[in-house]
C-alpha cells in the first residue's frame, strides 16, 4: 500500500511567491519522522526539513516550513518567497519507528518550476 | 569535502555483465543505504545496513548484493546485468542515534545504462 502520497505531479509559481507542496502519509506507528528532500536537474538528493510526529511546533528552515496537520495526516511543504533556483523536484518521505534500518519511503516526487 | 561519494559517476555496460558501483561516506555515520530510483523519479530502498545488521528488501533480486569492507564503505555489486537494472542508484548514509529520527545524507548517484 502506498504510505506517501503526492497528488501533484507538477507545479508552477511566480518568481517571490510562495508555493506549497502537498504530502499525505498513511501510517498506524505513534511514532514517526516525515523528511522533505530536493532533486535538481543535476540529480543529488538534498535534505530540506525534518518533522517528528510528537514534535509539537511546525518545522522551518529558513524558506522552507512544514504545515504538519497530524489529525489530516498531512504535512505540507511551504516555500516562501521562490527562487528560480528552486525549479527541481521534491520528494516527501517517512520513516516509522525509531530504528534507523526502517525502511524510508518516499512519494513520487513534485516537479516545481519558477518562473520569472 | 564531500560528504557521501559515488564512483562512477556513469556507468554504460552490456546485459550479462557483472559490475561495482563503490560509495564511501565521510561523516562517520553507523547505517548507509542503496536507493534505486527509476525513470518515473520513483526511489526505492534496496538495503540498509549497519555493522550490525543487513537489510535486505525482498523484492531486490539476489543478483545485486552490498558489501561492506568497513564503516565508510558501502559498495554495490551487480551481477548478470540486465536491461531493467537501468536506473540512478544512489546511496545514502545517516546517524544511529538511539530514539531520534535522522536525516540521510545521499551521494550524487550513479546512473547506470544497461544495452
Known amino acids: 500500500a502506498q504510505k506517501i502520497t503526492q497528488t501533484q505531479p507538477g507545479m508552477f509559481v511566480q518568481e517571490k511567491e510562495a508555493v506549497t507542496l502537498d504530502c499525505t502519509y498513511d501510517?498506524?506507528?505513534?511514532?514517526?519522522?516525515l523528511f522533505w528532500y530536493k532533486q535538481p536537474s543535476s540529480g543529488e538528493m538534498i535534505f530540506l526539513i525534518y518533522?517528528?510526529?510528537?514534535?509539537?511546533q511546525n518545522a522551518t528552515e529558513g524558506r522552507y516550513s512544514l504545515n504538519f496537520q497530524k489529525a489530516r495526516k498531512s504535512a505540507n511543504l511551504v516555500i516562501s518567497a521562490s527562487q528560480l533556483g528552486d525549479s527541481a523536484m521534491y520528494f516527501c518521505?517517512?520513516?516509522?519507528?525509531?530504528?534507523?534500518?526502517?525502511?524510508?519511503?518516499f512519494g513520487a516526487g513534485t516537479r516545481l518550476t519558477v518562473k520569472p | 569535502d564531500t560528504a557521501v561519494s559515488q564512483t562512477p559517476k556513469y556507468l554504460v555496460t552490456q546485459m550479462g555483465n557483472d559490475k561495482s558501483i563503490k560509495c564511501e561516506q565521510n561523516?562517520?555515520?553507523?547505517?548507509m543505504y542503496w536507493y534505486k530510483q527509476d525513470s518515473k523519479k520513483f526511489l526505492k530502498i534496496m538495503f540498509s545496513?549497519?555493522?550490525?545488521?543487513?537489510?535486505i528488501n525482498e523484492t531486490v533480486p539476489n543478483r545485486f548484493s552490498p558489501k561492506s569492507p568497513d564503516k565508510a564503505h558501502l559498495n554495490l555489486h551487480i551481477n548478470s546485468l540486465e536491461l531493467g537494472d537501468s536506473a540512478v542508484y544512489f546511496c545514502?548514509?545517516?546517524?544511529?542515534?538511539?530514539?531520534?529520527?535522522?536525516?540521510?545524507?545521499f551521494g550524487p548517484g550513479t546512473r547506470l545504462t544497461v544495452t
Open positions: 545514502a548514509s545517516s546517524q544511529d542515534r538511539r530514539g531520534v529520527m535522522d536525516e540521510q545524507y
Open positions: 501510517t498506524s506507528d505513534p511514532s514517526y519522522g
Open positions: 518533522q517528528g510526529s510528537y514534535d509539537q
Open positions: 518521505a517517512m520513516r516509522e519507528g525509531w530504528d534507523n534500518n526502517n525502511d524510508m519511503r
Open positions: 561523516l562517520g555515520h553507523d547505517t
Open positions: 545496513y549497519n555493522n550490525k545488521e543487513l537489510i
